[in-house]
């Protein structure tokens, strides 16, 4: 009674809870998506929840992805949220710790960097590191056996996108010191660290000390570059962030390079580890599908399996629907936030949402919604075959009204339901980087290995959403057997 008392009444429902600070922040920490489910249930697309203390507003389905992602600049707000997480993690001046202009202009960088030459050099590189690691790991010694599939793949995922998007320099001080500033620097996203990210904990000091010896470190690399004892002879991002300039001609400045550098870092190795984990499991759980992907890589690229290039990869539909499946059920950002900036209406609605709440987004919500897809809980890449009735992000906005922020024309709306790199001005600049990684990881991994469940089960393991990021509850153990080469 007190809480729908102290409810204005044109507010959205509050979700009951005892305790006042603590409010749903268990039940929601612990299954996100199940919680949405409960709620969605008892108040719709529509209800606030108490966040350790914070007030979140959930505006679930398409309406609710459409209204918080293409949300204006005067309604919401992100930097406000993630800066004291992102800031202390990836330094001053760059991503959330600048004007969101800046921001657009730091997109556009890494955007325009993406070109086709470096795409293509990424592919090779990808596959020789996958080729070598298969042959190195510990794991992988012999002709069977079984690995943790998260943390190989957290590895691997790391070595890969080091050795393309991040140079050589990167890639080889993996061997040595980079992996423990990597470790230091990722404990500043430790969820506590929503709340206490400034505080003087043994953590948080770790934090601070990686952050500063990796600028260091990347701004030696550009000094030595600039100095010409390295040759430009690849294409990766530090060499390109090394000739942007600015819309007022400054040129970024180097700790601005090692700040957007180390978000790459992180936003790639969180989401691509975790979805390749997954895509991996699902294959253990379907193994029927590792022989179509292996069939279809002999039928569009030859019996005799020649290196794949950029362009091959778009000869294996069934590669891109499997990485397109996985992220269906697996989204590895399962709640996005905003700050409210003034009362706002919530489309669809006669709710007001007052400046004192946060909004709280999930496309992986609507993604496994009954009325969007059909079956929503069976993992199916074959659901995105041609001619199947399934939503699909492209042909949804093909119609839509555009909008230019700078670093690339995306749909001013979004009616659809499947939005794993979310839209609107934050959407994600690293998609085509993560498909191009993940499935030349697919490509090379079926070409080596059959995978399975041990025993051959049908079971799929859990989420650990403990962290900001949701990835595979580990351990997750399969069976791998190496594949005889045909002679
Ligand atoms: C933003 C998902 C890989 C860099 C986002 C957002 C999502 C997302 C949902 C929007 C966040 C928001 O609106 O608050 C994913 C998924 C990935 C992936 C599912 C892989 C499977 C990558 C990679 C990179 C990257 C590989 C870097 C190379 C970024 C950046 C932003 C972003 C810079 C923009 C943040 C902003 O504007 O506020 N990503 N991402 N992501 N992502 Fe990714």
Request: contains cysteine; hydrophobic residues 35%.
């Amino acid at each position: 009674l007190q809480q729908l008392l102290l409810k204005k009444p044109n507010e959205p429902p509050m979700v009951f809870h005892w305790l006042p600070v603590i409010g749903s922040t268990i039940t929601y920490g612990m299954d996100p998506f199940a919680f949405f489910f409960a709620n969605h249930k008892k108040y719709g697309n529509v209800f606030t929840f108490i966040l350790l203390g914070r007030k979140m507003t959930v505006c679930l389905d398409t309406t609710g992805n459409n209204f918080i992602l293409n949300g204006k600049i005067k309604d919401v707000n992100a930097e406000e949220i993630y800066s004291p997480l992102c800031t202390p993690v990836f330094g001053k001046d760059v991503v959330y710790d600048c004007p969101n202009s800046k921001l657009m202009e730091q997109k556009k960088f890494v955007k325009f960097g993406l070109t086709q030459e470096a795409l293509r050099s990424y592919v090779t590189l990808i596959t020789h590191e996958c080729e070598d690691f298969f042959k190195r790991h510990k794991t992988f010694k012999g002709q069977q056996g079984t690995f943790d599939v998260p943390k190989v793949m957290a590895e691997l995922t790391i070595y890969t996108a080091s050795r393309s998007l991040q140079g050589e320099e990167i890639r080889n001080s993996f061997d040595s010191k980079f992996a423990e500033l990597y470790h230091d620097l990722d404990m500043g996203f430790s969820p506590i660290n929503f709340m206490l990210s400034w505080a003087p904990l043994p953590h948080n000091r770790a934090r601070d000390n990686a952050r500063e010896t990796m600028i260091k470190l990347y701004s030696e690399i550009v000094r030595k570059r600039r100095s010409g004892v390295a040759k430009k002879d690849s294409h990766d991002m530090i060499w390109h962030l090394m000739d942007c300039k600015y819309k007022d001609g400054v040129p970024v400045p180097e700790h601005e390079i090692a700040g957007i550098m180390i978000a790459l870092l992180m936003a790639g190795q969180h989401s691509s580890s975790s979805t390749s984990a997954w895509i991996l499991l699902r294959l253990a759980q379907n193994p029927h599908i590792v022989e179509e992907l292996l069939a279809e890589q002999k039928s569009a690229l030859g019996h005799h399996l020649p290196p794949v290039s950029y362009e091959d990869l778009q000869k294996l539909p069934l590669h891109a629907q499997v990485v397109k499946e996985t992220l269906r059920l697996h989204a590895p950002i399962h709640s996005i936030m905003r700050k409210v900036k003034q009362p706002l209406v919530v489309d669809g609605t006669n709710y007001v949402v007052p400046p004192s709440h946060t909004l709280m987004s999930s496309p992986g919500f609507s993604a496994q919604l009954d009325n969007h897809f059909v079956n929503p809980a069976h993992w199916d890449p074959h659901r995105w075959d041609a001619g199947q009735n399934n939503y699909d992000e492209e042909r949804d906005e093909a119609d839509e009204e555009k909008i230019d922020y700078g670093w690339g024309v995306v749909s001013k709306g979004t009616k659809s339901p499947y939005l794993p790199f979310g839209a609107g001005r934050h959407r994600c600049i690293g998609e085509q980087f993560a498909y191009l990684q993940l499935q030349t990881i697919v490509v090379a991994f079926v070409r080596e290995f059959k995978i399975r469940n041990v025993g051959g089960s049908k079971d799929i393991i859990g989420t650990d959403y403990s962290s900001l990021f949701s990835r595979p509850l580990a351990p997750a153990v399969v069976e791998w057997e190496r594949r005889q080469k045909e002679l």
